[in-house]
């Protein structure tokens, strides 16, 4: 599994009847920093592609997690459970969750909201696999930055397979946020939030 990610400042606010809504976006196309390279290696950035991720969020039978940290043990929302909408566009991939009171008693639950209310969970992190390259020939490319910005050596991520969305602390992505708000049943726009998030490459 790789994981990507953003990060951003986040609010917390309930409705009389106890409910809250974590909204965001994970913005495409933007670099990330995920190494300096050490003394004597070259920097390494990635990039998340327009729409990467559609093919499993286009299938709206395939579950996709709001995690804690990317345990499964410790999960906030699910496509399958009713309480996770996804919004895909070339810009960004958008989601509103929903946390009823009853979860918010849960203690990893509250531990969250603790870290999140004191702006210490900063981030959104997708989880994801490449997809063999017997049936995504170009899920990846790699390519050499331009020399007038830079000597990193750059990969996009064309196709990915997204299984979960994580809150987690540490951010790569700085032009993302998250927003956690009261929910009142109607749901708004999914530009209503930003989300950031942060990348780690993993080999």
Known sequence: MLWGGHSGGLELRRESGGSVALRGRFPYGKAAVLSDGGRTGRPRKERIGPRAFRYRVEREDEDIHLLVGHSYDR????RGAGTLRLHDS??????EAFLSADMQEVSYVRDFLAGFSAGLIMGLSPGFRIPPERVAPN????????PAEGMAIIRTVNEALLYELSVVTRPA??????????????????????????????P
Not at 75 to 78: G, W
Not at 90 to 95: M, T, V
Not at 139 to 146: G, L, R
């Open 139 to 146: 899920a990846e490319t790699v390519e050499e930055e331009d």
């Open 90 to 95: 070339d810009e960004s991939l958008a989601f």
């Open 75 to 78: 999960p906030l929302a699910s």
């Open 173 to 202: 992505y700085p032009e993302a946020q998250v927003e956690a708000r009261a929910w009142s049943p109607g749901l708004e726009g999914p530009d209503a939030g930003l989300v950031r998030a942060i990348n780690r490459w993993r």
